[in-house]
């Protein structure tokens, strides 16, 4: 990596989350009458430090009964580098329902039997999960506690609504027969690609004058998608007007509520990994030689 580039400008490498975003891809497009993003978040930024997923509570406080905020209000406060809406709640109370999981400690953990009061199918509304290396899963049934899943290694989890690619396949067509929102619908979704970058695909639908000309999309719909891409893994998250996605303190899909959207009390958040073993030494070096290079040309150029 050099520090200058063919124009002589020095680069800025010491802030990693400029770096960070700078990595992260997104495509805009239109399908089957629907716009979408389809954002890839590497492993690993431009500079080589580790993008870890991890889901919060959007609460300041980190209860699960503080007042919830939208997605794009939590990135905002924590700056995050990349944040989506994350898991099913109760729209009352708006707190998590499902398998809740945080940072290893269980945070909800009651099956689903209904999404607000209307009722489920069984071959839906199991949690994701993410383990210590970033690696997404959902090997657990709906009635899983959460002792065992932080005891088989589960790092943060969250129940959506299901699997929709596994092994670079579509999941049972069963799974795609969600009950309560069938059809086109605005969704929400996080995959994995096998190289261990992920994947976001937000697909938008007219609601409250937004996204006037989408018709949103169905499961099968995004599976093709996303098997197009080559995604190895994918999981529907909570669709509608929860859905949220954020690059860094923009909202790039549609807000359908308010001027920040929907409040929603889990996200998915990303940020950069701050422990030494994802550090390279050559990396550091280059920044510490910018820095000093820095400030020699703000002494030249006074």
């Given at each position: 990596?050099?520090?200058?580039?063919g124009?002589g400008?020095?680069?800025?490498?010491?802030?990693?989350?400029?770096n960070?975003?700078?990595?992260?891809?997104?495509?805009?497009e239109?399908?089957?009458?629907?716009?979408?993003?389809?954002c890839?978040?590497?492993?690993?930024?431009?500079s080589?430090k580790?993008?870890?997923?991890?889901?919060?509570?959007?609460?300041a406080?980190?209860?699960?009964?503080?007042?919830?905020?939208?997605a794009?209000?939590?990135?905002?406060?924590k700056?995050?580098v990349?944040?989506?809406?994350?898991g099913?709640?109760?729209?009352?109370?708006?707190?998590?329902?499902?398998?809740?999981?945080i940072?290893?400690?269980?945070?909800?953990?009651?099956?689903?039997?209904?999404?607000?009061?209307?009722?489920?199918?069984?071959a839906?509304?199991?949690?994701?999960?993410?383990?210590?290396?970033?690696?997404?899963?959902?090997p657990y049934?709906?009635?899983v506690?959460?002792a065992?899943?932080?005891?088989d290694?589960?790092?943060?989890?969250?129940t959506?609504?299901?699997?929709?690619?596994?092994?670079f396949?579509?999941?049972?067509?069963?799974v795609?027969?969600?009950i309560?929102?069938?059809?086109?619908?605005?969704?929400q979704?996080?995959?994995?690609?096998?190289?261990g970058?992920?994947?976001?695909?937000?697909?938008?639908?007219?609601?409250n004058?937004q996204?006037?000309?989408?018709?949103?999309?169905?499961?099968?719909?995004?599976a093709?998608?996303l098997?197009?891409?080559?995604?190895?893994?994918?999981?529907?998250l909570d669709?509608?007007?929860?859905?949220?996605?954020?690059?860094?303190?923009?909202q790039?899909?549609?807000?359908?509520?308010?001027?920040?959207?929907?409040?929603?009390?889990?996200?998915?958040?990303f940020?950069?990994?701050?422990?030494?073993?994802?550090?390279?030494?050559?990396?550091?070096?280059?920044?510490?030689?910018a820095?000093?290079?820095d400030k020699?040309?703000?002494?030249?150029?006074?």
């Amino acid at each position: 990596m050099a520090l200058y580039n063919g124009y002589g400008t020095l680069l800025e490498l010491k802030d990693e989350k400029n770096n960070a975003l700078h990595s992260i891809n997104v495509e805009y497009e239109r399908a089957n009458g629907a716009s979408y993003f389809l954002c890839r978040i590497p492993k690993y930024s431009v500079s080589g430090k580790r993008l870890s997923p991890k889901i919060a509570l959007t609460s300041a406080d980190g209860a699960v009964n503080g007042k919830k905020v939208s997605a794009l209000t939590f990135a905002e406060r924590k700056k995050a580098v990349f944040t989506m809406n994350a898991g099913l709640f109760n729209v009352t109370s708006v707190q998590p329902v499902g398998q809740t999981v945080i940072d290893g400690v269980s945070v909800t953990n009651t099956p689903m039997t209904d999404d607000n009061g209307t009722p489920i199918s069984d071959a839906e509304c199991y949690p994701l999960c993410i383990d210590a290396d970033g690696v997404l899963s959902a090997p657990y049934s709906r009635s899983v506690d959460t002792a065992d899943m932080i005891a088989d290694g589960v790092k943060y989890a969250v129940t959506g609504w299901g699997k929709l690619i596994d092994n670079f396949e579509k999941c049972d067509e069963t799974v795609f027969n969600e009950i309560v929102h069938p059809g086109d619908y605005m969704q929400q979704c996080i995959g994995q690609y096998d190289n261990g970058d992920y994947c976001v695909l937000t697909v938008n639908k007219a609601r409250n004058g937004q996204a006037e000309n989408d018709i949103g999309m169905t499961y099968g719909e995004m599976a093709d998608i996303l098997i197009a891409k080559g995604v190895e893994f994918a999981y529907v998250l909570d669709g509608g007007g929860s859905a949220e996605t954020v690059l860094g303190n923009r909202q790039i899909n549609a807000i359908y509520e308010g001027d920040t959207g929907r409040a929603v009390p889990t996200v998915i958040y990303f940020e950069v990994e701050s422990d030494a073993d994802t550090e390279d030494v050559s990396i550091n070096s280059i920044y510490f030689a910018a820095d000093i290079l820095d400030k020699m040309l703000k002494e030249i150029l006074k």
